[in-house]
């Protein structure tokens, strides 16, 4: 990553030729908060209603933190007596394979062939360039053109605050693993409502965000506490 990482003005090639398989046959397509604001906004729904139409929810094996991606559509051959399932496709590819969402897709899809990191503690993002699994080098741009492209250039502030709160978050969700089920599901239930839901798409993310942070931590506050006195009750 250091060996490929790249400053907002420095060039690197790269053509997508919208083949969509980058879309097909993908369960990862994993939505950050920003990432779901964006989307509903981009096709005007809201949070709830997007949530419900495209998106499904998990929790990480490792992380504990409830996970939010794109809801993998089937798709079948249709020209057999009884349709034979093909693979899956992502929900917002259209039937041209284009993205419904082009200007307005997961940083994950937007980014690439580029990735994106962010240490706890960093003050800034660092970009770097992947290996090339699709498209071509016909095409050169600069990182900065690439981002102004997906609308992606002012990122990198929302970025720094959501790599924050998740580490914040799996730290806190990892030791609140042996809770009592009934308890877990609330929490993932104030995550989910809190962290991706409560928004107004007509207005700014990045307040928003902070806010609902400020206010899922305010909720947390008693659980923290619990799980400080159960562990030193086992000291």
Aim: with cysteine; glycine share 4%.
């Amino acid at each position: 990553m250091q060996k490929n990482k790249l400053q907002l003005n420095d060039t690197f090639a790269f053509n997508c030729l919208q083949c969509g398989n980058c879309c097909k046959n993908r369960n990862d397509i994993l939505l950050t908060a920003y990432d779901f604001f964006r989307a509903a906004k981009h096709l005007n729904l809201p949070p709830p209603q997007f949530f419900e139409k495209y998106c499904e929810a998990y929790v990480g094996d490792v992380s504990k933190t409830l996970v939010i991606r794109l809801k993998p559509k089937t798709v079948y051959n249709i020209m057999l007596r009884e349709p034979v399932p093909l693979g899956t496709v992502c929900p917002l590819l259209t039937s041209n394979g284009l993205c419904s969402i082009q200007d307005s897709k997961p940083v994950l899809c937007a980014s690439f062939p580029l990735g994106r990191f962010a240490k706890e503690g960093d003050k800034t993002t660092t970009y770097f360039l992947q290996d090339l699994t699709c498209g071509d080098k016909s095409k050169s741009q600069t990182l900065k053109e690439w981002l102004e492209k997906f609308n992606l250039l002012d990122s990198d502030d929302v970025a720094l605050v959501w790599t924050e709160f998740l580490t914040y978050t799996v730290k806190l969700l990892q030791q609140a693993d042996k809770l009592q089920e009934k308890t877990k599901e609330l929490i993932h239930t104030a995550y989910l409502n809190m962290i991706y839901l409560r928004y107004d798409i007509s207005k700014e993310f990045l307040p928003q965000l902070k806010e609902n942070i400020k206010a899922f931590k305010e909720l947390m506050i008693p659980l923290g506490e619990l799980l400080k006195s159960q562990s030193e009750e086992t000291l």
